[in-house]
């Protein structure tokens, strides 16, 4: 029990919690986003997948417990790391230089997380802490994106959601071990892909929406 106590209070344990629970949540995200296409094909059809995902009852709640556990993992452990980091350094260099393949991603992961976070509660709020008394979740979702403002605040979410994931996506496989010159490489032109496939297959949706109403 001590060794993996030891394990995960360590920098290196610490990154493969971020790691695994990262991919976890990309997961999610590529069902997330498979689902949500749906409203593509008309409110009946939404509608229909909605009711079937709320059907599953137990294996919703599980999954809703899996995720809160696994955010709170990936919020502490990353926002500890910030910190030590930070600590470790305390002053900045007089010369930044963007060496080592150091990205706009991987230089803004900390605030992107935290702004992610922010919009997931605003979102949970809009969505999934709402009266659906006699509503169909399409109404709630038009009703949603009937705002300007929230499609604006949507649409830039989303981007930060992609610019989070492009950096994210592969340095999880990296910090798990699958990194090797001949695969990497393949593994971030993928990380890039989805997280465009990520930004515009969510942050289409609102304008989509707005459009309709």
């Known amino acids: 029990m001590n060794w993996l106590i030891n394990t995960f209070s360590s920098s290196i344990g610490k990154k493969l919690m971020m790691a695994v629970t990262g991919l976890g949540f990309i997961g999610f995200i590529a069902g997330h986003l498979a689902g949500n296409l749906t409203i593509y094909g008309g409110k009946d059809l939404f509608n229909s997948y909605a009711e079937h995902l709320h059907s599953l009852g137990p294996l919703v709640t599980a999954a809703e417990w899996i995720l809160l556990t696994m955010a709170l993992i990936h919020v502490l452990t990353g926002l500890t790391l910030f910190y030590q980091n930070f600590k470790s350094r305390p002053v900045k260099y007089a010369v930044n230089k963007n060496a080592g393949g150091r990205t706009i991603g991987s230089g803004t992961m900390p605030y992107t997380g935290i702004l992610m976070l922010a919009f997931v509660i605003i979102h949970l709020m809009n969505f999934h802490f709402v009266d659906k008394t006699n509503i169909t979740i399409f109404e709630i979702v038009s009703q949603a994106f009937s705002s300007p403002a929230y499609v604006v605040l949507y649409v830039a979410a989303m981007i930060v959601v992609a610019l989070h994931v492009s950096h994210g996506f592969w340095s ?13 490489p393949i593994i971030q032109m993928a990380g890039l892909g989805f997280s465009v496939i990520v930004g515009i297959g969510f942050g289409f949706i609102p304008i989509y929406i707005s459009i309709l109403a």
């Open 172 to 184: 999880a496989f990296q910090t798990i071990g699958a990194n090797h010159p001949k695969y990497m």
